[in-house]
């Protein structure tokens, strides 16, 4: 494992330097080259801009061909682009060399986090993840100070041609790196990957804390140094406090990388992003340069905490929710990136219309409303692991009779969605309406056997199905199936027993999680051909490992007899990745003959 972690590492340390000295250098450059103010602005946008660019795709290219692969290429390219960046004479090939590495900067972030992410166990994946975050802020902090003395000592290129060379020995050291143990190849189509994004609480919070930070951080490292100049503080004395930020802010980040898993939640960041805002009222209510240095030293811990836990709240969400880790890490670089790029823009529109302290009051604003959505979905989170005090899983699968289980339902149905997905990472319905969407056209007429409080017919619905029924034995259950306005009809009726449609009504039955011990004895199955047209087909979940009761003798026999035909059998997957991890699941899909 240390054959990866430690070439990963150097090579985020690398990176981290190559992006923040071009910050110290950029007026030497621009005196070097004869630089006009927009030139200079172009050379510090173009590795952003790049970035936001390359992240998402080549995020998904990982995932596709693996990350291991595409972080070495990255680095290959950040090999050449940093050379580009030492030897640069003109302006054209510096703006050429930076946005070049901003592709290798925007890739290695995507495809380096998640080949970090696949390659550790639970146990160890949120400390290591949010280690990398650590060894950034170490490049931040050392970047300034190792660039600025090396160009005045030898040259402008000289820091560029030194970690062009090491970066040389890490690319090596990447090949010879062990891969990802856990990588398989993903083939997820981009509207799902936002969708499941969306879903998962944990992804989402990532994404807002890290736009946040590209957003105030980019006004921030505009406004507050030409404060700073503007009240007669030098270049040097600038850099040397904002070195003491970064310094600060490694100390801070390397606590909460310790504390891991402990720290990557949706409380601390919340609170963090308050403290980001109440730190930044030092310099909205005073334009001094006490108030200004007092703002750089007090928001570090604050900003450290953010960045720290990012990588660990994503990572954790997509391998709970399935999602591709190269997606979900170019979709945060992807969101880094925009804002990054954004926030000094807008920062500087905003100071010039209207002055530097409606800037900073903009800024308040944006930490205090991302801090109270977070604080609110970490309450939200807290509740649900209440909940599930009172969501038995045992008292489901263990009801001794079927009028006991509706009672368990109808008593669990206001506390089940919450409990289920936000409490255990439920993900059968996203599965099932996966498989649905691949086999059935969107018209097609469907059945939701089991439908509970209707999380799989909003999965249908998401999937494009405009045509769901529905039913289920619990009418609490059904109750709240109703509210979610996808279904067209919605009726009471227990498997096992015979439903009430008509013989051939439907083009498919979807069931996810339902048929499973003590919930449909396996006579279940002959209502659902009955009730499937010829030429339909019926797509269910069932355990991989074992399936209930009567479930073999009954597939076998409907094979056996021509009315139901295999067509797919689906990979095995956690359903309950929080709750069960240790159960796995899979979609079956069967044609009715």
């Keep these: 494992m240390r054959r990866t972690l430690v070439p990963i590492y150097a090579l985020v340390l690398l990176e981290t330097l190559v992006w923040i000295a071009i910050v110290p250098l950029a007026p030497t450059f621009a005196a070097e080259l004869h630089l006009s103010p927009v030139e200079t602005g172009m050379i510090l946008s173009a590795a952003s801009l790049a970035a936001l660019v390359i992240a998402l795709p080549f995020g998904r290219l990982a995932d596709r061909v693996g990350a291991r692969r595409v972080t070495i290429a990255s680095a290959a390219l950040f090999t050449l682009s940093t050379l580009g960046q030492g030897l640069a004479d003109e302006f054209w090939s510096l703006l050429l060399s930076r946005a070049m590495f901003g592709l290798a900067f925007g890739t290695m972030w995507g495809a380096g986090a998640a080949w970090l992410s696949d390659s550790l166990t639970d146990e160890r994946r949120a400390g290591a993840l949010?280690?990398?975050?650590?060894?950034?802020?170490?490049?931040?902090?050392?970047?300034?100070?190792?660039?600025?003395?090396?160009?005045?000592?030898?040259?402008?290129?000289?820091?560029?041609?030194?970690?062009?060379?090491?970066?040389?020995?890490?690319?090596?050291?990447?090949?010879?790196?062990?891969?990802?143990?856990?990588?398989?190849?993903?083939?997820?189509?981009?509207?799902?990957?936002?969708?499941?994004?969306?879903?998962?609480?944990?992804?989402?919070?990532?994404?807002?804390?890290?736009?946040?930070?590209?957003?105030?951080?980019?006004?921030?490292?505009?406004?507050?140094?030409?404060?700073?100049?503007?009240?007669?503080?030098?270049?040097?004395?600038?850099?040397?406090?904002?070195?003491?930020?970064?310094?600060?802010?490694?100390?801070?980040?390397?606590?909460?990388?310790?504390?891991?898993?402990?720290?990557?939640?949706?409380?601390?960041?919340?609170?963090?992003?308050?403290?980001?805002?109440?730190?930044?009222?030092?310099?909205?209510?005073?334009?001094?340069?006490?108030?200004?240095?007092?703002?750089?030293?007090?928001?570090?811990?604050?900003?450290?905490?953010?960045?720290?836990?990012?990588?660990?709240?994503?990572?954790?969400?997509?391998?709970?929710?399935?999602?591709?880790?190269?997606?979900?890490?170019?979709?945060?670089?992807?969101?880094?990136?925009?804002?990054?790029?954004?926030?000094?823009?807008?920062?500087?529109?905003?100071?010039?219309?209207?002055?530097?302290?409606?800037?900073?009051?903009?800024?308040?604003?944006?930490?205090?409303?991302?801090?109270?959505?977070?604080?609110?979905?970490?309450?939200?989170?807290?509740?649900?692991?209440?909940?599930?005090?009172?969501?038995?899983?045992?008292?489901?699968?263990?009801?001794?009779?079927?009028?006991?289980?509706?009672?368990?339902?109808?008593?669990?149905?206001?506390?089940?969605?919450?409990?289920?997905?936000?409490?255990?990472?439920?993900?059968?319905?996203?599965?099932?309406?996966?498989?649905?969407?691949?086999?059935?056209p969107p018209d097609a007429l469907l059945l939701d056997a089991g439908a509970g409080t209707g999380l799989l017919g909003v999965a249908l619905a998401e999937a494009g199905f405009t045509q769901l029924d529905g039913m289920d034995m619990s009418r609490e259950m059904l109750a709240h199936a109703a509210r979610t306005h996808v279904y067209r009809d919605l009726r009471e009726g227990r498997l096992g027993e015979r439903l009430d449609y008509e013989t051939g009504t439907y083009d498919g039955v979807a069931s996810a999680g339902v048929l499973t011990t003590g919930h449909a004895p396996a006579r279940c199955l002959d209502e659902f051909v009955r009730v499937t047209r010829p030429g339909g087909h019926l797509i269910f979940t069932l355990r991989a490992d074992r399936m209930p009761p009567g479930y073999a003798d009954k597939l076998a026999e409907l094979k056996r007899t021509r009315r139901l035909e295999l067509v797919e059998k689906g990979d095995e997957f956690q359903a309950l990745p929080v709750g069960e991890p240790e159960v796995l699941v899979r979609v079956w899909v069967f044609r009715v003959g």
């Design 130 to 440: 949010a280690a990398a975050t650590t060894v950034s802020g170490v490049g931040f902090t050392v970047g300034p100070v190792f660039a600025g003395t090396l160009a005045d000592r030898s040259d402008t290129g000289t820091p560029f041609l030194l970690v062009a060379a090491a970066a040389a020995a890490v690319t090596g050291a990447l090949v010879v790196a062990a891969p990802a143990a856990t990588w398989h190849s993903t083939h997820e189509h981009l509207p799902d990957v936002l969708r499941a994004a969306g879903r998962d609480k944990l992804v989402l919070a990532a994404i807002v804390i890290i736009a946040l930070i590209g957003l105030v951080g980019g006004g921030v490292n505009l406004l507050v140094p030409l404060r700073l100049r503007a009240n007669g503080v030098s270049a040097g004395e600038i850099g040397l406090l904002f070195s003491v930020g970064s310094g600060i802010y490694t100390v801070v980040s390397a606590v909460v990388a310790r504390l891991g898993a402990r720290a990557a939640s949706l409380r601390v960041g919340g609170a963090a992003a308050l403290g980001t805002g109440g730190s930044l009222l030092l310099v909205l209510v005073s334009s001094s340069t006490l108030a200004a240095s007092a703002f750089v030293l007090l928001r570090a811990p604050f900003w450290s905490t953010m960045d720290t836990i990012i990588l660990p709240l994503a990572a954790a969400g997509a391998h709970r929710s399935s999602i591709g880790r190269g997606s979900v890490m170019g979709l945060l670089t992807l969101g880094w990136a925009a804002a990054s790029t954004v926030g000094p823009l807008l920062a500087g529109a905003i100071s010039s219309a209207a002055g530097d302290t409606v800037a900073f009051a903009t800024m308040v604003v944006w930490c205090v409303l991302a801090g109270v959505w977070l604080l609110r979905r970490g309450r939200r989170s807290r509740q649900s692991a209440s909940i599930g005090a009172t969501f038995d899983l045992d008292r489901l699968y263990g009801a001794p009779n079927l009028d006991d289980l509706r009672e368990e339902y109808d008593r669990i149905a206001s506390v089940y969605d919450e409990a289920l997905v936000d409490g255990m990472g439920y993900r059968s319905p996203q599965a099932v309406a996966e498989v649905a969407r691949k086999i059935l």
